[in-house]
């Protein structure tokens, strides 16, 4: 398995998960509501409406913050044959938006991000995302797989596991991410009857009378 169906099995159940979520629990915001901050979806009550345009219109993480998440969830799911990138999809407005959703994730998201920039700054003298591509590519490396990474990285192992998570939760719940699973959604069937060795296998006949 690749580096990319690895993260699409992830996003599945991560989706999945945000579907059992929706089902089953209190209200869970998808990336359309988050971002959308206009027209009320079907749904959705008039107090959660109001909420999510409210969040809409805050900021919470700074333009630089943004832009790094942006490098990252790029990092973790770039464009390719099949679709865009996890930026092309919106991923960090999704992001951007469950941070206030869940205030839960913003000292993880902002220590995580503070982290990256302390290591970058150590390492090559530049923040993570002036930093060159090769030079991203080798610091996410000791940070992506937590099995193999050094004790001492163990907040960026975390940082960087809620970083993907969140990713794949929002690209493979976007338009362009649907589409790259191949989900069509529900479609009507079409039925011709009972197939004609079933019926002669137990003694109908398609006629009357």
């Not at 992830?10 to 979520?21: E, Q």
Request: charged share 20%; hydrophobic share 40%; glycine share 12%.
């Amino acid at each position: 398995m690749n580096r990319r169906d690895s993260i699409k099995a992830l996003g599945l159940a991560a989706a999945g998960g945000a579907l059992l979520l929706d089902s089953c629990g209190p209200k869970t915001n998808t990336k359309k509501e988050a971002t959308a901050g206009g027209e009320k979806l079907p749904g959705v009550t008039d107090a959660e409406h109001e909420r999510n345009g409210r969040l809409s219109e805050e900021q919470f993480f700074t333009e630089h913050e943004l832009a790094t998440l942006t490098v990252l969830a790029d990092i973790i799911i770039p464009a390719d044959g099949i679709s865009g990138s996890a930026s092309d999809a919106g991923v960090p407005a999704f992001i951007e938006f469950m941070a206030k959703d869940i205030p839960a994730y913003q000292t993880p998201m902002r220590g995580g991000l503070k982290w990256l920039d302390v290591q970058s700054q150590q390492r090559y003298g530049n923040v993570f995302a002036g930093c060159e591509e090769k030079q991203q590519l080798q610091l996410v490396d000791e940070i992506a797989y937590p099995a193999k990474a050094k004790p001492e990285m163990g907040p960026g192992v975390a940082f960087f596991s809620l970083m993907r998570n969140l990713t794949a939760s929002g690209f493979f719940t976007s338009e362009i991410g649907v589409k790259d699973i191949g989900y069509v959604g529900n479609r009507p069937g079409v039925w011709d009857g009972v197939p004609q060795d079933v019926l002669d296998a137990h003694g109908f006949t398609t006629g009357w009378g």
